[in-house]
């Protein structure tokens, strides 16, 4: 998705011109502040006052400031992570698109996991302020108006809806929606005829357990993966790869274009069905704007 928006496409073609994007995530890291405040906290770490002094340090130095750092990581991130640069990265990527500042010359396969962030969040995290705390861990620049906005009016926490019963399934659906799932949906509207999107849903659907699917290998099977559903993902990469349609495969369901309608597949335990993609919804269309930043 960064090399997409690289550059707000201001440099020229990509050296590619297909991409299969799976579950393309990220935690929107903010401003300019915050980072200064990591490097100052890593260059303490190291006891140097420069970058410049922290690249002359030993490998194994500079490896244990890194683990000090992210073993103090909130539960489910990182610390590091891409974040906006000003050049190769000069704004966040959704918002890129939604401007047009992408290298539009391409075709894409966006896919998505149905629980994407289950692993990351923390199941004790069961309150309001819960929500608001995680809130305020992932986008720490944001106005109260905003962080009032994002638990009132669009992850209530009110659990009678159709999208989530519990404390934990709003906060695994807000988390997945901000850095994983509505990222598809900004990059599947943007190429719309020439992209195909899918969703993995058989259970328990988290982030990355379609890739075992993605690489299996049929003289090894695995009692824990379907292989009709693995050798129907891989014709229809192979075959995107090859000719730069993912259809043509005998034996397989058709894959529709994503178009206007958004259109995708749904990989689950009884086969694979057509569906109306579920991160066309009102909550990415804002989180593509970037109020928060």
Known sequence: MHQITAYGGLKGKLPFQQAVLQSPGFQPYPGNWQQDQLLQAFLQDLGVSTIDKARSLPYETLQSANINLTSISPYGSFTFAPTVDGSFVPALPGKLILQGSYNQNLKLIVGHNANETAYFVDPTAVTLTDEIANIHSELPDAQPSIVDYITQTMYPYIFNTSLYSSPYQLLVLSSAEVSFTCNTHFLASAFSNRAWAYRFSIPPAIHGQDVPYTYYNSSLPSPEIDPEIALAMQAYITEFAVTGDPNGRKGFPDFPVYGEEANMLDFNVTGIE????????????????????
């Open 274 to 293: 057509v569906m109306h993609d579920d991160t066309d919804n009102a909550r990415c269309e804002w989180w593509q704007k970037a109020l928060y930043f």
